[in-house]
Structures are given as structure tokens and as C-alpha cells.
């Protein structure tokens, strides 16, 4: 796999013009709202951070091939394909970014990695326990091959959650006592929205419980330094009947209004749930597309013994952080604008007080996969971290259908990745 080395030149390059640098070919399955993220990623990233290999958007693929074609125009991918099979197969793909519906992640990903290819997945990792289960053993016999595999959590990569970990990990909360976490969103209030994928439990695999609960589960774990071990749940769907669509659906919105007559939603509308940490801490989640006025409302914290954090992606540059540890007079909860060089991932981008978006979190997701590709060193988070999210979304489901029965998260039967290096991936 891979390209021949050759001179690097442009502006924004970090190592200057005339470099050499080893080259990774992307590939990219499916173009829609996540397709249109990612690219966003593979286009800039290189173009900001000094990468160690630099990667080309060689080819997108979809079904359609006058829209996939118009797509790779418009995001900037050099080729367009209509199967991902013939995607796969290219040699000039050494890298393959699974931007799909969870239905097909399994397929695509076990397939990938059987031919070679580093894999990108977005979240959730699979629809089912058992997919996730097979995608984490194939990731874990490509590491021997010198691949890697990484699912896409992106909200890891904001620079305040990053810092959030980085603080929890050295001790600036103590022993965690709490962690509560919701995600709002209110595009489902009307009941008249047609009936999308993501309403179809056969595509979706669940609602809002995979969408965005699988979100708040990961973020929490990672944040937490530590597992769910057990969960109590309650699921609803409001609106259990739908219009059937008139024209193609991205999931958010669908073309076109009814196509008369109406389908069931096979997937719930909100989740609400709590859990135990390994530690004994207690957590809270909340999960809901029925949340009026909410339009991307991902809120966290965390209370520990000595302090407690909270983040707001509404105000995504910053972290509320309470050191306990103060005198009670002028102790408190205060405001860090996370936009100092040397918070995580800034030293790339602007002066100080000059705040990131959305979009930056698909950049950095791309610079820290490349340095892994690079380096041998497994990516986080790995295929074994989703599938420990799929194992915690399962058992949510499982309590919910026993009226909020508290629910073990069933734990791996044995370890299905390694911090360790792998090898350097020779075809890069």
C-alpha cells in the first residue's frame, strides 16, 4: 500500500516546501452529513499540523454515482467509486474511512482490514454486540499486521475535554464521587418528520440511545478514566408512526416531505439511564431527540473529592472547573478558556482567545489517526473501546426491557487490544 514519497509543497505545510514526506491514501465510504465532517478533516488537517505522513484524499464512495461524483467536486476527493468493494480494492487507499449507516460498519470494516488497510469508523462501532465483538477481533490481528483501527468519538478531541481528561487524570478531582451527562436534541419534536434511517432499527440499530447516548457513553468512560459496570434504564419512542419519505433521507432531514402512508419507528426517541462506574461512582445520562429548543445540547460534569468539572459544547472553549481544595471564602466554580498553545491540539491553530468550532474536532480526529499510522502506536479510541460502548448500550437496552432492572455490563472475555506498539505499518 501507499505512494511513493514526494516533495511537499504549499503554504501551511508545517515542514515547509520541499519535504518528503510518506503519503496515506484516504478512501472514504459515504458522503453524506458525517462524510461531509470527515472531509472537512482530511482536507485541512495537513494543512495546519506538521503531520509525519500526509495524507491525499484519493477516492469517496456511494451508491449513487451522478451524486457521488458531484460529492467528490464538492468535498474534494480526487475519485468517486460505487461500491465500496472497488474502494477497498484500490492501491491507492491505504487508509479506509467508514462514514456509513451502522448497518454496513461490520461488513466494511472486517473487510478493510482483511485487505490491508487502516480503518476509521464512525460511532457507534456496530449495531449489534456481536458486530462489534467481530470488528474488535479482525482490528486486533491487523495490529499484528502493523494496521490500526479507531472508531470516531470526535467530542474527545475538543480541546476542553481533552484538558478535562488531562485534569482528571492527574489528580485535580481526587476519587470521582459523580458524573451526570445529558444530550438534547428537539428534530423529532414534529410529528409529521418523515421516516428517515435513523428511525429504522434494521439501518439505525437504535435511536437516540445509539446516536447520541453511544456519544455521552464514550465521553464519560474516557473522561472517568474507567468502565460502566452495571446500568438501570428507562426508553421511550414518543411517536411510533411516521410518514414514509418522498425522496432520499441524510438522517436530519429527508427530501422531498411524505411520500403518503405512514411506517413505524422501530427505534426509541429518548434514554434515560443510570450507572455505576468500576469505582463505585454513580452516573446519569440522558439521551433524547425530543428535547424542545434543544438543538445540540451536550452538557457533562464531573464531582470528585477534591473539585469537579463541567463543559457545555454550546461553549465549547471552555471548562468550568471548582478546586475544593481552596478556602471556602473565595472558592467556587470559575471559567478556563481553553485556547492557550499549549492546551491540547492548539499549538496549531490561532493567538490566544481565538476559539475552535465543530469542525476542528474532525481535524484533530485525523492528526491523531495519521501519527498513530505513522508511529505503531494503537489509536484511541481503539475497536475495543467501541465495543465497550456497544456492551454498555446493550445492557441499557436489556434494563430498559425488564422495566429498569439494574443490569451488568457484560465484560469482555479476554483483552482485545493492547497499549503496546505495533509494528510500523510498512506500506505507508
Known amino acids: 500500500m501507499g505512494q511513493p514519497e514526494e516533495p511537499e509543497s504549499g503554504p501551511g505545510t508545517g515542514a515547509g516546501a520541499g519535504s518528503r ?8 465510504v459515504g458522503y453524506a452529513f458525517m462524510g461531509a465532517a470527515h472531509s472537512q478533516g482530511w482536507r485541512t488537517v495537513g494543512r495546519v499540523f506538521d503531520l509525519p505522513c500526509r495524507p491525499e484524499m484519493a477516492a469517496v464512495c456511494g451508491r449513487d454515482g451522478d451524486a457521488v461524483r458531484a460529492a467528490a467536486d464538492r468535498l474534494g476527493w480526487a475519485a468517486a467509486e460505487t461500491d465500496w468493494r472497488d474502494l477497498i480494492a484500490r492501491d491507492d487507499v491505504d487508509l479506509v474511512d467508514i462514514c456509513t449507516p451502522g448497518d454496513s460498519h461490520a461488513e466494511i470494516a472486517v473487510a478493510a482490514l482483511a485487505a490491508g488497510k487502516h480503518v476509521l469508523c464512525e460511532k457507534p462501532l456496530a449495531n449489534t454486540v456481536e458486530e462489534a465483538e467481530a470488528m474488535a477481533a479482525a482490528a486486533e490481528q491487523a495490529r499484528a499486521r502493523g494496521q490500526v483501527a479507531m472508531v470516531g468519538f470526535n467530542y474527545r478531541r475538543l480541546p476542553a475535554t481533552a484538558l478535562a481528561r488531562q485534569m482528571v487524570a492527574e489528580g485535580r478531582l481526587g476519587a470521582l464521587r459523580h458524573v451526570r451527562v445529558t444530550y438534547l436534541q428537539d428534530w423529532l419534536v414534529d410529528p409529521g418528520f418523515p421516516l428517515t434511517w435513523r428511525l429504522q432499527r434494521e439501518v439505525a440499530g437504535s435511536g437516540a440511545l445509539g446516536d447520541l447516548g453511544a456519544h455521552i457513553v464514550d465521553l464519560a468512560q474516557h473522561l472517568a478514566g474507567e468502565p460502566l459496570v452495571g446500568v438501570s434504564a428507562l426508553t421511550e419512542t414518543f411517536v411510533r408512526e411516521r410518514p ?15 411520500g403518503g402512508g405512514l411506517g413505524a419507528v422501530t427505534v426509541d426517541d429518548a434514554a434515560l439511564f443510570t450507572g455505576r462506574f468500576a469505582s463505585g461512582a454513580l452516573a446519569s445520562f440522558e439521551a433524547t431527540r425530543f428535547a424542545t429548543g434543544r438543538k445540540n445540547a451536550l452538557r457533562l460534569e464531573l464531582n470528585g473529592e477534591r473539585g469537579s468539572l463541567a463543559f457545555d459544547l454550546e461553549r465549547l472553549n471552555e471548562l468550568s472547573f471548582h478546586d475544593h481544595t481552596e478556602p471556602g471564602v473565595t472558592a467556587g466554580f470559575r471559567r478556563i478558556l481553553v485556547t492557550e498553545p499549549d492546551h491540547p491540539y492548539l499549538e496549531a491553530w490561532w493567538p490566544p482567545g481565538h476559539g475552535l468550532g465543530y469542525e476542528h474536532s474532525f481535524v484533530h480526529q485525523a492528526r491523531d489517526l495519521v501519527t498513530a499510522i505513522a508511529t505503531g502506536v494503537a489509536p484511541e479510541p481503539s475497536f475495543a473501546d467501541g465495543l465497550q460502548v456497544q456492551r454498555v448500550l446493550a445492557a441499557v437496552e436489556e434494563s430498559a426491557a425488564k422495566n429498569a432492572v439494574y443490569t451488568p455490563v457484560v465484560p469482555p472475555a479476554t483483552d482485545t487490544d493492547s497499549d503496546s506498539p505495533a509494528p510500523s505499518a510498512s506500506s505507508v
Do not use: E, F, Q, T
Open 21 to 28: 514526506k510518506r503519503r496515506i491514501g484516504v478512501g472514504m
Open 244 to 258: 414514509l419519505p418522498a425522496g432520499a433521507s441524510s438522517g436530519l432531514s429527508a427530501a422531498g416531505g411524505s
